[in-house]
């Protein structure tokens, strides 16, 4: 069992960056794949990236590759999302996932899910 709150969204200008994190509370956080997630009005749930429990594997849609970067620290139960470069396509809400079984790309595969945090970029 795990909850988790996101924090760190705000509004930035087009090629800038902001750090989403992801905080968790319950028992064996090391023990979950994490994930983000993203969804604009009116759109589907689109994954972002994802890490394995130790954090030596990570995964990023092709859209983020290169400006994003997913990291953990387990012992201070946080997942991070550091976002550069940012595009006005990249505005949305943006979703903290746990997963207690193994790694997916697909929200249904996530059965933890943080409240979500705005991120808007302007152009």
């Known amino acids: 069992q795990v909850q988790l709150v996101e924090s760190g969204g705000g509004l930035v200008q087009a090629g800038g960056s902001l750090r989403l994190s992801c905080a968790a509370s319950g028992r064996a956080f090391s023990g979950y794949f994490m994930g983000w997630f993203r969804q604009s009005p009116g759109k589907e749930r689109e994954f972002v990236a994802a890490i394995a429990r130790s954090g030596s594997s990570t995964y990023y849609v092709d859209s983020v590759k290169g400006r994003f970067t997913i990291s953990r620290d387990n012992a201070k139960n946080t997942v991070y999302l550091q976002m550069n470069s940012l595009k006005p396509e990249d505005t949305a809400v943006y979703y903290c996932?746990?997963?207690?079984?193994?790694?997916?790309?697909?929200?249904?595969?996530?059965?933890?899910w943080g409240q979500g945090t705005q991120v808007t970029v302007s152009s």
């Open positions: 996932a746990a997963s207690s079984s193994y790694y997916s790309t697909r929200p249904v595969e996530y059965a933890h």
